[in-house]
């Protein structure tokens, strides 16, 4: 009885199959398969997207800074901005959270602010799990975070001021005639407060002038105020100074070495051209007439390729008025070559008079 029942149903079956199995029916499956089957496809690989999961040890770039822009904190254990973390939610979110904690470069997307109530002074531990677990990055994209290792890390926290510095001709700067004038004198320096202290016990809190940064600098003589720019020898992070730039007066003397010239004639310099005067001296030379300059120009006087002189110049007041003292002007010397001052003040001793009629 049971089999008979069994082939009945399986009759009514393939009845059913020949009905509905039309070609109009097979083609509307088709169809409505083409879509349908690529939809359940995405839902299924959305939903698994979506399924929470857990991602263990993530590790985080976190900066710490002060609330307070004068205050500077200091991480002081290696690695400790570096904190690992375990990370909560969907697929989707997580992947592109690491993406975006993995960018290369110093990509520091969590902060931690250090609150004004933590004052300057000894080391001390700052809490950091709940600055990370409450981060943007993690709060916008639905992820959960836990077991921040480590929790706390140890920071200093020192005070940024500004100081007045001097100005000063850089080291070594040796061809100066006198100390060159700076305008401005002094400048601000800002930087941390241990940092100026060590400076200061170093004998470093001070600007230097750059010479070098203009050629024309390098040449003797006295030069007009000059763009120049400073810069101070303390080498540490966060130091910086109110300007870069300072007008500089400066004169350089001659590098070289000293020659002393045996004879260097005297001539006279008249007032009038139809020489009425007698100019009478002791000395028709001056002797032993201490130079300055290259070596290479004082070569030409030691080889008589180059003979200077002396001019003593004279006037219509001079006449009969006895023995006179007066100093000499020196020409004809070398390129780059001067008489020293001692030499340039010593006098010369001379009397004028009137030539008599004839």
Avoid: C
């Avoid at 083409?34 to 698994?48: C, E, G, H, Q, R």
């Avoid at 375990?86 to 960018?103: C, M, P, T």
């Avoid at 020192?158 to 001097?166: A, K």
């Avoid at 590098?255 to 028709?284: C, H, K």
Wanted: glycine letters at 4%; charged letters at 25%; a neutral charge.
């Amino acid at each position: 009885m049971a089999d008979t029942s069994t082939l009945a149903d399986a009759r009514d079956l393939n009845r059913w199959i020949r009905r509905r199995a039309t070609k109009e029916n097979i083609l509307n499956f088709l169809k409505t398969a083409v879509w349908v089957v690529p939809l359940t496809i995405l839902i299924w690989v959305y939903a698994d997207q979506e399924q929470a999961t857990t991602e263990s040890n993530v590790p985080i770039l976190i900066s710490i800074s002060s609330a307070d822009p004068n205050r500077l904190v200091t991480l002081l254990r290696p690695g400790e901005d570096i904190p690992t973390a375990d990370l909560r939610g969907s697929r989707s979110s997580l992947d592109r959270v690491k993406q975006q904690l993995a960018k290369a470069g110093d990509n520091r997307l969590v902060r931690v602010t250090v609150p004004n109530t933590m004052q300057p002074g000894p080391p001390r531990e700052l809490p950091i799990a709940l600055a990370v677990q409450n981060a943007p990055i993690f709060t916008e994209n639905r992820i959960t975070v836990t077991n921040v290792r480590p929790q706390t890390v140890q920071i200093a926290i020192d005070t940024i001021r500004d100081e007045e510095i001097e100005v000063k001709a850089p080291p070594g700067a040796d061809n100066l005639v006198g100390p060159p004038v700076f305008e401005p004198r002094t400048v601000r320096i800002r930087a941390p407060s241990q940092v100026l202290e060590e400076a200061r016990l170093n004998g470093r809190l001070v600007a230097y002038a750059d010479f070098s940064s203009n050629p024309d600098l390098a040449k003797p003589g006295n030069h007009e105020p000059t763009l120049v720019p400073i810069a101070t020898p303390i080498r540490a992070d966060h130091v910086d100074l109110s300007v870069h730039n300072v007008m500089a007066t400066v004169n350089v003397k001659q590098r070289g070495e000293n020659y002393e010239i045996p004879s260097m004639p005297v001539r006279i310099a008249p007032f009038l051209t139809n020489q009425d005067v007698t100019v009478q001296s002791d000395q028709t030379n001056v002797t032993n007439v201490n130079v300055y300059g290259p070596p290479e120009q004082l070569q030409l006087l030691r080889d008589k390729k180059v003979v200077p002189f002396a001019i003593l110049y004279i006037n219509r007041e001079d006449v009969g008025k006895g023995n006179l003292q007066r100093t000499l002007e020196y020409t004809g010397l070398p390129d780059g070559v001067s008489v020293v001052e001692a030499d340039k003040r010593k006098p010369f001793t001379f009397s004028v008079t009137q030539k008599s009629a004839q």
